[in-house]
């Protein structure tokens, strides 16, 4: 399908509003994939940023290493990158972007032990797994709160997650795609400047623990969603938000300077029309590749 007879209604997001905390708008970047960069004022948080687009051919042969050129170009800042899970198309990049832009990495144990043989230091690595007891755990950056709910991934290889386990002794970086396993996933609730966004990576929700009140933008994983019972209802429920931008739709074997271009199987029109019919009157949509929108 044409992801573009999906348009992002703008309208509700075109003004900048000013009254929150810090004035100005919040910036959000589609960086592909789950991939955004979220930015207020000067401060800028990444999430599950994957600029590399590694062709089908470089997965299927070997080790995958960061493209350090699109890592400069398409992450070229960052105070936090958030990784959500560990599969190569969220975490590749991750050890890349840190090291040129000094970001602090949130993350599961897989997180920080990728990180961690990457060569990062270890107090640019934040494991928001092991500190978890029940409740989400929170983080301030710059004037960004973080808040890591516990959350599951879509079983969307023939009704299993794709490569799970955990990262752990990888005593050797690069890898290849096969052991960047999932780790523990996240959803995770981001508050800056008044507005609340919610980044759900993998098409799965743990709705019976995840509520988040006030919600302004759902950034919302596209791939596996038919292979979660009722996702597209469940989202809704969980999260009621104002919007939602749809995510990781797009043939990520093709780089980022070329138009996204949606897999059909992943039944995109379906997808919508069952979140607007579960929703009051939520804005359901899609931007073009790096494009962004202001909240
Ligand atoms: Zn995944």
């Not at 494991?127 to 029940?134: L, W």
């Not at 990888?170 to 960047?180: F, K, M, Q, R, T």
């Not at 508050?191 to 009140?213: C, K, M």
Request: charged content about 20%; aromatic content about 8%.
């Amino acid at each position: 399908m044409n992801p573009e007879s999906i348009a992002f209604a703008r309208e509700p997001f075109g003004t900048p509003r000013g009254g929150g905390p810090g004035g100005g708008g919040v910036t959000v970047q589609w960086l592909g994939t789950a991939g955004f960069a979220i930015t207020h004022g000067d401060h800028t948080v990444l999430i599950d940023p994957y600029v590399t687009r590694a062709s089908l051919a470089a997965c299927a042969s070997g080790p995958l290493v960061s493209d350090i050129a699109a890592v400069y170009k398409y992450a070229p800042r960052a105070d936090a990158i958030v990784v959500g899970h560990t599969h190569f198309d969220h975490v590749l990049d991750v050890p890349a972007i840190a090291r040129h832009s000094g970001a602090t990495v949130f993350g599961s144990r897989s997180a920080s032990a990728l990180c961690r043989t990457a060569g990062l230091p270890a107090a640019q690595v934040r494991d928001v797994e092991s500190a978890f007891g029940g409740e989400p755990v929170t983080a301030e950056v710059g004037p960004f709160t973080l808040r890591f709910h516990r959350n599951a991934h879509s079983r969307m290889l023939l009704g299993r997650v794709p490569a799970p386990g955990d990262i752990t002794d990888c005593d050797e970086v690069p890898l290849g795609i096969g052991s960047y396993r999932c780790g523990t996933v996240f959803g995770v609730e981001i508050h800056v400047a008044g507005r609340t966004l919610f980044h759900l990576g993998s098409a799965e929700i743990l709705d019976a623990s995840v509520r988040v009140a006030n919600l302004d933008l759902a950034l919302v994983c596209v791939a596996g969603w038919t292979s979660s019972h009722a996702f597209p209802e469940r989202v809704m429920r969980a999260l009621s938000p104002r919007a939602i931008l749809l995510s990781h739709w797009d043939n990520f074997f093709a780089p980022l300077d070329q138009a996204a271009r949606a897999f059909p199987r992943m039944q995109m029109p379906r997808l919508v029309d069952r979140l607007v019919k579960s929703s009051r009157d939520a804005t359901v949509g899609t931007v073009r590749m790096l494009e962004s929108v202001v909240i």
